[in-house]
Every structure is written in C-alpha cells, then in structure tokens.
C-alpha cells in the first residue's frame, strides 16, 4: 500500500469499510480461495472495477500507464490518501465528504457516474466540500451549471479514454459497403428508414441493438464493417464510439440535438466527441440518404484510429484528468 505521504491519489467507487469489515473482508480473503461451491466451480468474484465499469477501467489502467501513484478503493481510512476522485456512488461521496470535514481528505473531486442531474441529491453534490466536480462533455456541463449554479465555477470537462491495444482492427480485409447498424433509440421508423435508405444505395447491413452484445461479439463486428450508422438520443460520452472509433470505424450518427429537460428542450449531442476525423452527423433521413452520397464520392477524410490515439487512449485521458484537477 501506497503511504498518504506519497502524493498518490485515491480512486473510490465504493464506500471506504468500517474497520471491522476491513478485518472481515481479509478473513474472507484468506478462506475463499480454498472453498469450492457445490457446483465444484470457484466461488464468484465481485467485479474488478466498481461504479461505471469502462469510465473507472479507463482512470485505473490509464493512471498504471502513465506511472502516476494512486489506491483504489482502500479497506481502511488511514489508507486514503489526501486526494480523492470519487468516480460512482451517492453513498460512497457522502462518505468522503466526511473525511473531507475531518481533514483526512484535503482534495475532493467527484464524478462523472455520481447522480443523472444535480437535482437528484443537491444537498451533497452541492457540499462545499467538493473541490471539483466531473462532468463528461459540454452540453452536460451546461446541464448541470443551469440546474445547480453554485455548482458551475467547479465543474470540469473529462472523458473516459479506451484501450487502444484492446480496440484495435484485427488487419484483415473488409468491404467498404458494410454498415453496422448501431440501435439505441426507440424510433422505430428512424431505424427502418436508415435500414432501407442503405440497402438502397448498395450497403450490406448489420444491425447491432444496445445491451444485446459482449465485447468481443462488438469488435468483431467493428473488424467486419468499414461503417457505423449510430443512432441514440444522446449521449453524455458515447463510449462505444470511442472504440469503434479505435478500430479505425468512423461514424454516421443521428444528432436530434436536444435534450427534454423539465418540460424544455435544451442543446444536447449524440456524439460529444465527434470530429471531422472520426464521422459526421445527420438530422433524419433524408440528411442521412445524402451523407452516404457523399461517402460514396469519397467527400470525407476520416482517420479514427489516429484521432483517438492522438486524443483518447486511456493514459492521456488520466493524465487529462489529473492536469484538470491539479493532482
């Protein structure tokens, strides 16, 4: 374990134990390993990464990566060191607000999988105890400034990063009038115009509907379609953009630009991060018919793979991270 004197940061997604739990937990530790479920299989794990798993996989190996010193979910709090990111958990944030009062914690940041909006618990993350909090992307910056102003001066812009050497394409030859159909939305007619629209204009597709996937069933349909059509009503980070984006698949996504919220349509993305070099939005169908005519004349230049390797892998988004909360 890392000293607290040692200038490391401390990464939670879960509430620090009480220390009787922290003894418990290492007796469990020790007599798991040699217990064997009736099944004759090895007890169940408890997940690696806690909070949003891809957000604090990216923090955690990215930090490794870049040799920055940290702890992540210590079992005692005499391990916490003095600077804290809390990345997921009301609880776990309530919690660190209070080391942060006793002056065990010195710095404290939180977010960006902490609540939807700020007025879900406002009491804590309005707490002055926080030193800066996390948001994703701009529109969700704005969202959050006009739901909580006190809280805009904190507020601070960090994506997640991907694992380049994970999502990477696999070299092997690919037609170029492959789509891959990407479906998180419930607009059916959306997504059955952009079906036909494609078969129209010659493009085999692959349609893909969010949560029905694993990993490696997405990234190997990335390797067989040289593009995704996205289709989502927003998104604060967009993820699995990213890592198409790494597979060196560029993106058509579907940017309604709006966000209903509270009765009032405000400025949202689909694709916060979208660049000239990673895709191109459209409207509705007619916006889309027109981009793959473009495409098919060769108007675009895309180069997602560089883009994200230029802009965000997962060491350069924790250095991001940290430069921006000046740990």
């Given at each position: 374990?890392?000293?607290?004197?040692?200038?490391?940061?401390?990464?939670?997604t879960?509430?620090?134990?009480?220390?009787?739990?922290?003894?418990?937990?290492?007796?469990?530790?020790?007599?798991?390993?040699?217990?064997?479920?009736v099944?004759?299989?090895?007890?169940?794990?408890?997940?690696?990464?806690?909070?949003?798993?891809?957000?604090?996989?990216?923090l955690?190996?990215?930090?490794?990566?870049?040799?920055?010193?940290?702890?992540?979910n210590?079992?005692?709090?005499?391990?916490?060191?003095?600077?804290?990111?809390?990345?997921?958990?009301?609880?776990?944030?309530?919690?660190?607000?209070?080391?942060?009062?006793?002056?065990?914690?010195?710095?404290?940041?939180a977010?960006?999988?902490i609540?939807?909006?700020?007025?879900?618990?406002?009491?804590?993350?309005?707490?002055?105890?926080?030193?800066?909090?996390?948001?994703?992307?701009?529109?969700?910056?704005?969202?959050?400034?006009?739901?909580?102003?006190?809280?805009?001066?904190k507020?601070?812009?960090?994506?997640?990063?991907?694992?380049?050497?994970i999502?990477?394409?696999?070299?092997?030859?690919?037609?170029?009038?492959?789509?891959?159909?990407?479906?998180?939305?419930?607009?059916?007619?959306?997504?059955?115009?952009?079906?036909?629209?494609?078969?129209?204009?010659?493009?085999?597709?692959?349609?893909?509907?969010y949560?029905?996937?694993?990993?490696?069933?997405?990234?190997?349909?990335?390797?067989?379609?040289?593009?995704?059509?996205?289709?989502?009503e927003?998104?604060?980070?967009?993820?699995?953009?990213?890592?198409?984006?790494?597979?060196?698949?560029?993106?058509?996504?579907?940017?309604?630009?709006?966000?209903?919220?509270?009765?009032?349509?405000?400025?949202?993305?689909?694709a916060?991060?979208?660049?000239?070099?990673?895709?191109?939005?459209?409207?509705?169908?007619?916006?889309f018919?027109?981009?793959?005519?473009?495409?098919?004349?060769?108007?675009?230049?895309?180069?997602?793979?560089?883009?994200?390797?230029?802009?965000?892998?997962?060491?350069?988004?924790?250095?991001?991270?940290?430069?921006?909360?000046?740990?």
């Amino acid at each position: 374990m890392i000293p607290r004197s040692a200038g490391a940061v401390t990464i939670l997604t879960d509430p620090i134990p009480a220390e009787f739990q922290y003894f418990e937990e290492r007796l469990k530790r020790t007599v798991r390993p040699l217990l064997r479920r009736v099944d004759g299989k090895t007890p169940l794990q408890k997940p690696r990464y806690g909070g949003h798993f891809a957000v604090t996989r990216s923090l955690i190996e990215g930090l490794q990566k870049a040799n920055i010193p940290f702890i992540y979910n210590p079992q005692r709090v005499k391990d916490c060191t003095e600077r804290v990111v809390v990345l997921a958990g009301i609880k776990t944030l309530e919690q660190a607000i209070g080391l942060r009062k006793k002056g065990i914690i010195k710095k404290l940041a939180a977010g960006p999988i902490i609540v939807t909006h700020p007025g879900d618990n406002p009491e804590i993350i309005g707490s002055p105890c926080i030193d800066r909090y996390i948001v994703n992307s701009d529109w969700v910056k704005a969202l959050y400034a006009l739901d909580m102003p006190k809280l805009e001066p904190k507020l601070i812009i960090w994506p997640a990063g991907v694992d380049e050497q994970i999502w990477k394409p696999a070299g092997s030859p690919k037609s170029n009038r492959s789509i891959l159909l990407y479906v998180k939305t419930p607009n059916k007619q959306l997504i059955e115009d952009c079906r036909q629209i494609a078969r129209e204009a010659g493009f085999e597709v692959t349609t893909l509907e969010y949560g029905s996937y694993s990993t490696e069933q997405y990234k190997t349909l990335l390797d067989q379609n040289s593009i995704m059509v996205y289709l989502t009503e927003t998104e604060s980070q967009g993820i699995a953009l990213c890592e198409a984006w790494s597979m060196g698949v560029p993106s058509l996504v579907w940017n309604q630009g709006i966000f209903c919220w509270q009765g009032q349509n405000l400025p949202a993305s689909s694709a916060p991060y979208l660049s000239n070099e990673t895709g191109v939005f459209f409207r509705d169908a007619v916006e889309f018919k027109d981009v793959l005519q473009r495409l098919a004349s060769h108007s675009f230049q895309f180069n997602p793979r560089k883009w994200i390797l230029d802009n965000q892998t997962d060491e350069r988004s924790a250095r991001l991270l940290m430069d921006l909360l000046d740990y």
